[in-house]
T-cell receptor, first 114, second 111 residues
Framework: GAGVSQSPSNKVTEKGKDVELRCDPI?????LYWYRQSLGQGLEFLIY????????KSGLPSDRFSAERTGGSVSTLTIQRTQQEDSAVYLC????????????FGQGTRLTVV | GQNIDQPTEMTATEGAIVQINCTYQTSGFNGLFWYQQHAGEAPTFLSY????GLEEKGRFSSFLSRSKGYSYLLLKELQMKDSASYLC????????????FGTGTQLKVEL
């Protein structure tokens, strides 16, 4: 596609429910990142996929968070048993190749846990 | 790991020049990026430095000193639309592509 696409753009969920956030990276980009941005804060790294290598999961805040990337393209971030502190904008980015330059960001999914 | 510091906020006047600093302490280094983020929007790429020195791109320039763990973003001829958050990010060494971001500098451009 022309850019990184994320869905849904907004999600309101009840505390304790599971949510899935989707990211469709730019075609051909081998690197894919998930970040979280709370109101007025910087970007918090969550997880990074690079080609067929094992993902870097070092930023996932708890075992309620998981992500997968199927076929080296689309990625899904899953949050189980959501908590109010999970409320944030979840941003996905992709870049062209290992050692490539800029990462391109999607518009994000605004998650609100009520 | 990475530790990235930048000022929380800055104010400047339309038409002026502003310099936004970023310092970093890292276990590895393979490039420094600056991104611009307007409120409610996704970050957009501004500049990339991997070697020491100044990279100029129109009204925006970015400088890097690897020995000092220091970078700055220079914005010239400020316009109201430059009011945004400016994010400094460092890429890990070792051939990886993981980007670690600072908390961002909120720039307000005033008349």
């Amino acid at each position: 596609g022309a850019g990184v696409s994320q869905s849904p753009s907004n999600k309101v969920t009840e505390k304790g429910k599971d949510v899935e956030l989707r990211c469709d990276p730019i075609s051909g980009h081998t690197a894919l990142y998930w970040y979280r941005q709370s109101l007025g804060q910087g970007l918090e790294f969550l997880i990074y996929f690079q080609g067929n290598s094992a993902p870097d999961k070092s930023g996932l805040p708890s075992d309620r968070f998981s992500a997968e990337r199927t076929g080296g393209s689309v990625s899904t971030l899953t949050i189980q048993r959501t908590q109010q502190e999970d409320s944030a904008v979840y941003l996905c980015a992709s870049s062209l190749e290992l050692g490539g330059t800029e990462a391109f960001f999607g518009q994000g999914t605004r998650l609100t846990v009520v | 790991g990475q530790n990235i510091d930048q000022p929380t906020e800055m104010t400047a006047t339309e038409g002026a020049i502003v310099q936004i600093n970023c310092t970093y302490q890292t276990s590895g280094f393979n490039g420094l990026f600056w991104y611009q983020q307007h409120a409610g929007e996704a970050p957009t790429f501004l500049s990339y430095n991997v070697l020491d020195g100044l990279e100029e791109k129109g009204r925006f320039s970015s400088f890097l000193s690897r020995s000092k763990g220091y970078s700055y973003l220079l914005l010239k001829e400020l316009q109201m639309k430059d009011s945004a958050s400016y994010l400094c990010a460092v890429r890990d060494g070792g051939g990886g592509n993981k980007l670690t971001f600072g908390t961002g500098t909120q720039l307000k451009v005033e008349l």
